[in-house]
Nanobody, 118 residues
Framework: QVQLTESGPGLVKSSQTLSLTCTVS??????????WSWIRQPPGKGLEWMGA???????YYTPSLKSHISISRDTSKNQFSLQMSSVTPEDTAVYYC??????????WGQGTQVTVSS
């Protein structure tokens, strides 16, 4: 079975860059047709898909964030990462990494709380 674990700072100051890493075990981020996403949930709000990277390295971003975020990967470490610049307190959220492989395969990490101070 695949396991995903988010890691990174729990507290970031406004205007700084947030960097989070998703470490994958039990499966490869280069597996054909795999789709690896970053998704966040601000307090009291719904889930927001931020972006994703495919098994071939192709990336996709939501238009509202694409100017501030970048998703990359390190295949040798079986990790993919999120970098978000110029953060504000509105970026405070629980951040999740996620794997979508088939209609029946949708696996989430536990999530990591990130608080942006003003």
């Amino acid at each position: 079975q695949v396991q995903l674990t988010e890691s990174g700072p729990g507290l970031v100051k406004s205007s700084q860059t947030l960097s989070l890493t998703c470490t994958v075990s039990g499966g490869s981020i280069t597996t054909s047709y795999s789709y690896w996403s970053w998704i966040r949930q601000p307090p009291g709000k719904g889930l927001e898909w931020m972006g994703a990277i495919r098994n071939d390295g192709s990336t996709y971003y939501t238009p509202s964030l694409k100017s501030h975020i970048s998703i990359s990967r390190d295949t040798s470490k079986n990790q993919f990462s999120l970098q978000m610049s110029s953060v504000t307190p509105e970026d405070t959220a629980v951040y999740y990494c996620n794997l979508k492989f088939t209609r029946e395969y949708d696996h989430w990490g536990q999530g990591t709380q990130v608080t942006v101070s003003s």
